[in-house]
């Protein structure tokens, strides 16, 4: 039962973090979260983190942990034992505040050895390299360019759901 509520509060998440469009949420692992199963190596390999993104660790509590570790020597080697931070909670969101490479592992050193483990490398904010802006080229290259819209999306209404809603969602779920 455990199990299908973490699933669930999962994928509220996910759909939630979809919808936000300011900054970019990342669920770590993808639909299976963090668990030795979701191939968090593959995972990464498409990701660009930049500076005001949020990662989100979504893993069972009772098997797994999330620590943040100082050192690219302490992640290789799953040293876990002084920890910048421990994630305990199950549903568990990282802003990423700063530019530079953070590392997690996970806090079960079985799992860590077996690759449960992530570093992130966060690129400036403004950074433009990752994404494509039309230029005059590009433009004259592929003929034209649709129209942008004339109203706002529905993503820019529903990005208004605040997070004390979801949080007030995953309590209700939660709850006994």
């Not at 949020?54 to 797994?64: N, P, T």
């Not at 199950?90 to 592992?105: C, K, M, N, Q, T």
């Amino acid at each position: 039962m455990a199990g299908m509520k973490v699933l669930v509060a999962g994928l509220l998440l996910v759909v939630y973090v979809s919808l936000v469009g300011a900054q970019s949420h990342h669920v770590v692992g993808g639909d299976r979260g963090w668990a030795k199963a979701s191939e968090v190596t593959e995972w990464l390999s498409d990701k660009v983190f930049r500076v005001g993104d949020k990662i989100w660790f979504i893993y069972s509590a009772a098997q797994e942990g999330v620590a943040e570790v100082r050192s690219k020597e302490e992640y290789e080697s799953c040293d876990v034992s002084n920890p910048i931070r421990m994630y305990t909670d199950g549903l568990d969101s990282v802003p990423l505040e700063g530019e530079g490479i953070r590392y997690f592992a996970s806090s079960n050193s079985e799992s860590c050895k077996d690759g449960l483990k992530l570093h992130v490398n966060v690129q400036p904010k403004d950074a433009k390299s990752e994404r494509s802006v039309p230029t005059s080229e590009s433009v004259a290259a592929t003929d034209t360019l649709a129209e942008g819209p004339t109203s706002p999306s529905a993503g820019a209404h529903i990005a208004a759901i605040s997070p004390m809603f979801l949080m007030a969602l995953l309590v209700g779920f939660f709850a006994p």
